[in-house]
């Protein structure tokens, strides 16, 4: 049985029952059935179909963003902005799939070579529960315009979400087991996932989760040769140099730390700045992240929600406590609230240094770390001094100098004078242990299609 808590409360909110490998098997061909008729479709009847998805999460978004702060304490605000998003992202590749499929001629000398794109079948997503909404739709919508049938293992903690994500499908008129989810029990997640991945049905798998979660997946995937795309931790970089905007840059870099309780895999977590400008920087980070507001997610005035399980919230807490114990400044935050709900406040460490988990560790909650640097040239070693490569942000008034910090440092994207953002008409993805493949924009929808070439002579 799954149960799902309310973060804010540390209230039960529901119970679910689980699936098992019978029920799973079950699952999983009816989507290859459904998916065998859906390939042969035409884009403009997919495209119906996702438009009319698009219009649904647009008129339902009060109610889908209400569950998502329930389950994973979200601000309602950021909630609902988070489902409206998902139908940017369906009217998106509704317009554009069939462009950026269509097959590709050349000539051969004096022959003729085409490039096809063509649907592989069912594809696995296993997703996270901090953008609930987000991540399955950024990963189904150009799947399912590709002609694909997807099935998804949601993390049990936003089940429902899952659920209710799987009606809007029912609803808009795809197919009944095109798009299916599958409920497991946490017990038996890496069990079940295995069979999955194993079974002849699935094709390919998409994974947004921990570094651990990849890593047991794709070693998964890749012995049973299919194809994989990973969207992973991040540890993202801010630098700022002597010259920023002062004010322009302490605002992406407070917004960025501190939406949906700095649970995101692209929140800005390590600010790397210039040692000319670091006292007024760090005073205006603390004084901004002291008055932000931390409290019920419903309320409109919150800004900075639970975090969605205790024990996230625990091990956010132990990382601060061992960078404390291992020479770091706390400026602000920093304690476990004596209270109902995960929460846990906006906090400021200076100081980091190397061999600190503030420094070297993925830090899932409202905590900014401050790195001092003397030059661009160790602001970008100290950037790249990462296992996670995943987005990265630099801020100066001199654009060509930042671009060309940019493109030294080792991250999937890197936003100049920007907090970094998924925005579906770019790719999205990262490097080293941040994973591999592209999600979003052209590049996305090609990861789960077979590029086929045919040759006529």
């Not at 409206?84 to 998106?92: E, L």
């Not at 040769?225 to 004010?247: F, N, Q, T």
Request: glycine share 8%.
């Amino acid at each position: 049985m799954i149960v799902t808590i309310n973060p804010a409360t540390g209230e039960r909110l529901a119970e679910y029952p689980v699936m098992i490998a019978g029920q799973i098997d079950t699952v999983l061909r009816q989507a290859d059935a459904d998916a065998r008729e859906w390939r042969v479709t035409g884009f403009e009847h997919r495209r119906a179909c996702m438009k009319r998805l698009a219009e649904l999460l647009r008129e339902e978004a009060a109610g889908h963003g209400r569950i998502i702060t329930l389950e994973m304490g979200k601000p309602l605000s950021q909630a609902v902005a988070e489902v409206s998003k998902c139908a940017w992202v369906c009217d998106y590749f509704a317009d554009h799939a069939e462009q950026f499929l269509q097959p590709e001629e050349s000539e051969i000398d004096g022959a003729k070579g085409i490039v096809a794109f063509e649907p592989l079948g069912v594809i696995l997503g296993v997703m996270p529960w901090n953008f609930p909404y987000w991540q399955v739709l950024r990963f189904a919508a150009p799947i399912l315009m590709a002609g694909n049938g997807i099935v998804v293992k949601h993390a049990p903690n936003v089940t429902g979400c899952s659920i209710a994500i799987e009606k809007l499908f029912r609803d808009a008129g795809f197919p009944e087991h095109l798009y299916r989810a599958v409920h497991i029990d946490l017990d038996e997640v890496d069990r079940l996932t295995g069979f999955m991945i194993d079974h002849p049905v699935i094709k390919a798998v998409s994974v947004t989760g921990s570094t651990y979660a990849g890593q047991a997946v794709a070693a998964k995937a890749g012995k049973a040769l299919k194809r994989s795309v990973l969207e992973l931790g991040g540890s993202d970089p801010y630098i700022v140099l002597e010259d920023a905007d002062l004010a322009q840059a302490v605002d992406a870099c407070v917004a960025g730390r501190l939406l949906n309780a700095g649970q995101s895999c692209i929140a800005a977590k390590r600010f790397v700045v210039r040692k000319e400008i670091i006292g007024e920087f760090t005073k205006k980070i603390v004084q901004r992240m002291q008055t932000a507001v931390m409290g019920d997610p419903f309320a409109k005035s919150t800004e900075v929600g639970p975090i969605a399980r205790e024990d996230l919230r625990d091990q956010v807490h132990s990382q601060v406590e061992r960078s404390v114990e291992a020479g770091a400044e706390l400026l602000c935050g920093g304690h476990v609230p004596n209270a109902p709900g995960w929460y846990y406040p906006p906090t400021v460490l200076s100081g980091v240094k190397p061999g600190m988990p503030a420094y070297s560790e993925e830090i899932f909650g409202p905590v900014a770390t401050i790195i001092e640097v003397s030059d661009d040239d160790e602001a970008v070693a100290v950037s790249n001094d990462s296992e996670f490569g995943l987005g990265s942000a630099v801020f100066s008034q001199e654009v060509e100098r930042a671009l060309g910090i940019a493109r030294r440092l080792e991250a999937g994207s890197c936003f100049i004078n920007s907090m970094v953002k998924s925005d579906p008409r770019l790719p999205f993805g990262g490097v080293k242990q941040s994973g591999y493949g592209r999600e979003l924009s052209h590049h996305g929808i090609r990861e789960f299609v077979n590029i086929k070439t045919l040759y006529l002579p």
